[in-house]
């Protein structure tokens, strides 16, 4: 790029900053002024971490919600990763049933809101089917050591029930979407790779495991991590089952305390630097495998 389009370009973006500047800090000025709202951030540390006699500093309201909503999101994607898995290989299977029987599962479950979904599982799953294994009931009985892992893991056993169907609704909504990523990596294989490996006796799992799927998983690196940062954000609609995570416990504190801007300004930085730690990894492992392959 010649100097001068650099330094016409670098003109741009101070201007284009100053005017974010401006609006934002007009957007601040409105609130003060429009809404007479009275600012008051001291009061938010307490809600993230509080002291208890016993155990010293443990986390409070905001730090457990946030908790709570890694766990769902990590369970959520260890079942979704194998579900998109199988999908995108049935998807490009050569067998027709198979091809039918993934597009039909991606074509149902995309088309449906994810609100619907929770409460057909909720209702269905973890009030119908869920109370026959017991679960909550063996883990409230067994050691207090498998307790507290339980607790740590996945959620507490009276909790337990609804967090189980809220992973398994999450996971099959977002196996979908994993799954046509997996579809669009291995389509994207060049055929001259395809058409080599045949000529070299391969048969279709050795060509998918050894030549297609390691190519593929690097170029699926950041459609995953976009479904990854979806994932966390959509495990707040999970709150209308009363699971406790992060957007929940916004909704309580702010109905207790009324600090509304607060409140929520501070979920949304919690939010954030989740999923900019997943974008973080994601681009640290991108050019790890780069480093590996080329």
């Not at 016409?8 to 201007?15: A, C, E, I, P, S």
């Not at 501070?266 to 974008?279: A, D, G, V």
Request: glycine share 6%.
């Amino acid at each position: 790029m010649l100097p001068h389009r650099r330094s016409r370009w670098g003109q741009l973006d101070t201007v284009l900053l100053l005017l974010l500047f401006c609006a934002v800090a007009y957007l601040g000025y409105r609130i003060k002024i429009g809404l007479e709202y009275q600012w008051n951030w001291g009061v938010i540390p307490q809600y993230l971490l509080r002291h208890d006699p016993v155990e010293g500093w443990v986390p409070n309201l905001l730090l457990l919600g946030l908790l709570t909503t890694i766990r769902l999101s990590f369970w959520s994607l260890l079942l979704a990763i194998p579900i998109g898995l199988m999908t995108g290989l049935m998807r490009t299977s050569l067998h027709l049933f198979n091809r039918l029987i993934g597009s039909t599962y991606v074509t149902l479950l995309r088309n449906l809101p994810p609100l619907v979904l929770i409460f057909i599982f909720y209702f269905f799953i973890s009030a119908q089917i869920l109370p026959w294994l017991n679960i909550g009931e063996r883990i409230a009985a067994a050691p207090s050591s498998l307790q507290r892992i339980a607790q740590l893991l996945i959620a507490p056993p009276d909790q337990l029930e609804a967090f189980i169907a809220a992973i398994m609704t999450l996971a099959l909504f977002e196996g979908t979407y994993i799954g046509e990523i997996v579809r669009a990596g291995i389509n994207s294989i060049e055929t001259g790779q395809w058409e080599a490996a045949r000529a070299l006796g391969m048969r279709r799992w050795q060509l998918l495991r050894y030549i297609v799927l390691p190519q593929a998983f690097q170029r699926m690196i950041p459609p995953l991590t976009g479904q990854a940062i979806s994932t966390i954000k959509d495990s707040a609609i999970v709150s209308v089952i009363s699971i406790q995570e992060l957007t929940f416990q916004g909704m309580e504190l702010m109905a207790a305390t009324y600090l509304t801007f607060e409140v929520w300004i501070s979920i949304t930085l919690l939010y954030f630097i989740l999923t900019y730690s997943c974008s973080w990894l994601a681009n640290r492992l991108e050019l790890r495998l780069r480093r590996i392959y080329f």
